[in-house]
């Protein structure tokens, strides 16, 4: 048994599933495979193709920075973002399915499964955020499994903080998943969260650890910090 952490991009693990990470029991392999690893997003307009590689090198820094501190191994699959695909403003209304690139995703994150026993765990993004990037990685994970079950879905931060409870149910209903919440508690571990986000300096907003914090908050209902994944029950 193991248990994959399919990122996205270098971060979104730091950022949303950190406590997921945290709770792999001992002994038990923990991977984060990180999707799309090439960039030249640097918050700055307009985009600097050029940059790629400076960026991409960074990225690769952080990310496996974050990977030795907590004990995971690092996968860099080499994809490129949508900084590098398409005009800033897109990637948020391209449905992964009509993307040119998701058969690719698929074949990749096929090799990455075969060897793994039919028992493994994958932490996919839930695709709130309607990233194309995001929705592509949680539906080719999908596709390969075959079925929800065995799959960890988290909530993409810092995006999910702006959307009410209300609808972040109606969109988890909307897939069709049969998916129910669960809080993973950060407790004492908040200050080594924001370790591992800052470590992801070259990604970070200034607003994006509040926003995070807020979001965890909200999330503890005043009773402490917490981090909330979705997943089939096994009742």
Known sequence: MAELFFSPHPDDIALSAFASILRVPPGVPRAVISVFTQSCWEFVFPVDRTRALAVTSRRLE???????AWGASLVHLGFRDTSLRMSPGVEDRRPSATDPLLPTVEAALR????NEAPDVVCHVPLGISGHVDHLMVRDAVLALRGRARGVVFYEDLPYCEQYTEEEIAAFVRALGLGLAPHLVDLGAEWPAKVEAMRLYESQLEEKTIPTVERYARRLGAGRGMAERVWKVDSR
Do not use: G, P
């Open 111 to 114: 090799d990455v499964l075969e």
């Open 62 to 68: 952080e990310d496996l920075r974050f990977a030795r």
